[in-house]
Nanobody, 123 residues
Framework: QVQLVESGGGLVQAGGSLRLSCAASGRTFSRYAMGWFRQAPGKEREFVATLSWSGGIVYYADSVKGRFTIARDNAKNTVYLQMNSLKPEDTAVYSC????????????????WGQGTQVTVSP
């Protein structure tokens, strides 16, 4: 069982930066692939980024590539999402997720989810 708690969301102007954190419980965190997804009002949940247990395999959505960076610190049981050059279209609730195998860009592949954190980017 893994419990996930996100933090770091907020209101930022376009062009600004935020760093989201996802703290995980459980001693086996290092064995899980982690992902970030987001959901804007009236839209379906969409993939943002994912990385393997070691951090050696990383995938990004095309819409965030070059602006967002996913990373993890297994000693702290935490995964991060550094978001730079934010745009109004990045406004959404961002959620982290965990699965005990390889990284995936599909939300249905994930077993555990956090409650989400709101990110709002003003023009």
């Amino acid at each position: 069982q893994v419990q996930l708690v996100e933090s770091g969301g907020g209101l930022v102007q376009a062009g600004g930066s935020l760093r989201l954190s996802c703290a995980a419980s459980g001693r086996t965190f290092s064995r899980y692939a982690m992902g970030w997804f987001r959901q804007a009002p009236g839209k379906e949940r969409e993939f943002v980024a994912t990385l393997s247990w070691s951090g050696g395999i990383v995938y990004y959505a095309d819409s965030v590539k070059g602006r967002f960076t996913i990373a993890r610190d297994n000693a702290k049981n935490t995964v991060y999402l550094q978001m730079n050059s934010l745009k109004p279209e990045d406004t959404a609730v961002y959620s982290c997720a965990a699965r005990p195998t390889t990284p995936s860009t599909y939300s249905l592949d994930y077993d555990y989810w956090g409650q989400g954190t709101q990110v709002t980017v003003s023009p």
